[in-house]
């Protein structure tokens, strides 16, 4: 039978939290925050001001250079053919971190102007593409980056250049190097 007398009270409430409690949950935030900061990216862990040499001591040696309009330079780091990223370190003329970004993602090509932008242009600001293609009908040649959008969808953005090497057109499609449907056609 059941005796109301003696049964026990279930608590959905925290214990008081005491000094032990406290120091828990103090341990608990900073482990947090030191696993959150273990997942910044490459360009995000620098600080405009910095020495290049910084940059240059935990990335290596960049892959791509290119000299700035304002005496600086651009340093990059791709992991293009595979990979979708580039980290971007502008550097001023006294040797000094501007700013540190990746620059394949949408809002960087979307500053791209068309009938306005070169090849120059964008090789300064994306480095080398991943693939190039000539049109001959069409008198284009196309410039390609892979890329990730939206962290989530596997993209190719697409750079159409004249024979004067004035951009003229872009284009994002999917990658095909991730596309489910074309994984086993070789």
């Not at 290596?60 to 971007?88: F, H, I, V």
């Not at 979307?110 to 190039?132: C, I, Q, S």
């Given at each position: 039978?059941?005796?109301?007398?003696?049964r026990k009270a279930a608590s959905t409430e925290a214990?008081?939290?005491?000094?032990?409690?406290?120091l828990r949950r103090a341990a608990l935030v900073c482990?947090?925050?030191?696993?959150?900061?273990?997942?910044?990216?490459?360009?995000?862990?620098?600080?405009?001001?910095?020495?290049?040499?910084?940059?240059?001591?935990?990335?290596?040696?960049?892959?791509?250079?290119?000299?700035?309009?304002?005496?600086?330079?651009?340093?990059?780091?791709?992991?293009?053919?595979?990979?979708?990223?580039?980290?971007?370190?502008?550097?001023?003329?006294?040797?000094?971190?501007?700013?540190?970004?990746?620059?394949?993602?949408?809002?960087?090509?979307?500053?791209?102007?068309?009938?306005?932008?070169?090849?120059?242009?964008?090789?300064?600001?994306?480095?080398?593409?991943?693939?190039?293609?000539?049109?001959?009908?069409?008198?284009?040649?196309?410039?390609?980056?892979?890329?990730?959008?939206?962290?989530?969808?596997?993209?190719?953005?697409?750079?159409?250049?004249?024979?004067?090497?004035?951009?003229?057109?872009?284009?994002?499609?999917?990658?095909?190097?991730?596309?489910?449907?074309?994984?086993?056609?070789?």
């Amino acid at each position: 039978m059941f005796n109301r007398h003696h049964r026990k009270a279930a608590s959905t409430e925290a214990p008081a939290a005491g000094p032990a409690g406290r120091l828990r949950r103090a341990a608990l935030v900073c482990l947090s925050a030191l696993a959150l900061a273990g997942c910044a990216q490459p360009w995000q862990q620098y600080q405009a001001g910095a020495d290049e040499s910084t940059i240059i001591a935990r990335l290596g040696p960049p892959r791509e250079s290119y000299a700035l309009p304002n005496g600086g330079k651009r340093l990059m780091w791709p992991t293009q053919p595979m990979g979708e990223t580039t980290t971007a370190a502008d550097i001023d003329a006294s040797g000094k971190i501007v700013n540190v970004r990746q620059v394949l993602q949408p809002n960087e090509f979307y500053r791209a102007e068309v009938d306005k932008w070169t090849k120059g242009d964008v090789l300064v600001n994306f480095g080398r593409p991943v693939e190039t293609s000539y049109f001959p009908l069409m008198k284009r040649e196309v410039w390609t980056y892979r890329y990730l959008e939206d962290n989530v969808w596997y993209m190719m953005f697409s750079f159409y250049f004249d024979d004067q090497g004035v951009l003229r057109l872009t284009q994002k499609t999917p990658d095909p190097l991730h596309d489910p449907d074309r994984r086993n056609l070789f």
